[in-house]
Antibody, heavy 122, light 113 residues
Framework: QVQLVQSGAEVKKPGASVKVSCKAS????????MHWVRQAPGHRLEWMGW????????KYSQRFQGRVTITRDTSASTAYMELSSLRSEDTAIYYC???????????????WGQGTLVTVSS | DIVMTQSPDALAVSLGERATINCKSS????????????LAWYQQKPRQPPKLLIY???TRESGVPDRFSGSGSGTDFTLTISSLQAEDVAVYYC?????????FGQGTKVEIK
């Protein structure tokens, strides 16, 4: 079955960077775009960006422009999200989510990874 | 950015009764080229990621019980649970994928009365 498995929880200091991985299985990795969404305590789900796993093209939310980088390793069927210059407000659960339509960059998300808690604290 | 506003923020419904959640977008999410509403609904239970229920505003995802249905067009949408079951206790979110950035509603918490 289609599955996304993310890396484990991270604790970072303000100003540091974090890199979260998302390993895909059960489908052709390069046929679907992968998105990243975060969920901070008390806030709604927030879209961060996507990567076209086939050609490597990316698109980011303006809110994170310059701080977020999404990459992929096709040989490992794994996508990565790196967020830099961390601040306390970046404390959140970070999810990867596959787009629901083959060869589309946008769409609904299905499935989602299990989530990775990133805590930013001095 | 398209702002998604859900109502109510929370509701309590008796087992077997109907639950109705509304979602309003700040601009139309009906895409003229495919005549489809670019709107999805998700269910999120505690300590779990969101789970897709509905896409294209009214198409039920495979495996989702038929007590869940989606309706609406343009800017106003509804998720209906026709007969609430105990396992439906969760937070429900709408999402528009009409334009970037994709945006979500604030969530509606459904509980048992």
């Amino acid at each position: 079955q289609v599955q996304l498995v993310q890396s484990g929880a991270e604790v970072k200091k303000p100003g540091a960077s974090v890199k979260v991985s998302c390993k895909a299985s059960g489908y052709t990795f390069t046929s679907y775009s992968m998105h990243w969404v975060r969920q901070a305590p008390g806030h709604r789900l927030e879209w961060m960006g996507w990567i076209n796993a086939g050609n490597g093209n990316t698109k980011y939310s303006q809110r994170f422009q310059g701080r977020v980088t999404i990459t992929r390793d096709t040989s490992a069927s794994t996508a990565y999200m790196e967020l830099s210059s961390l601040r306390s407000e970046d404390t959140a659960i970070y999810y990867c989510a596959r787009v629901g339509i083959v060869n589309w960059n946008d769409g609904w998300f299905d499935p989602w990874g299990q989530g990775t808690l990133v805590t930013v604290s001095s | 950015d398209i702002v998604m506003t859900q109502s109510p923020d929370a509701l309590a419904v008796s087992l077997g009764e109907r639950a109705t959640i509304n979602c309003k977008s700040s601009q139309s999410v009906l895409y003229s080229s495919n005549n489809k509403n670019h709107l999805a609904w998700y269910q999120q239970k505690p300590r779990q990621p969101p789970k897709l229920l509905i896409y294209w505003a009214s198409t039920r995802e495979s495996g989702v019980p038929d007590r869940f249905s989606g309706s609406g067009s343009g800017t106003d949408f509804t998720l209906t649970i026709s007969s609430l079951q105990a396992e439906d206790v969760a937070v429900y979110y709408c999402q528009q994928y009409y334009s970037t950035p994709q945006t979500f509603g604030q969530g509606t918490k459904v509980e048992i009365k």
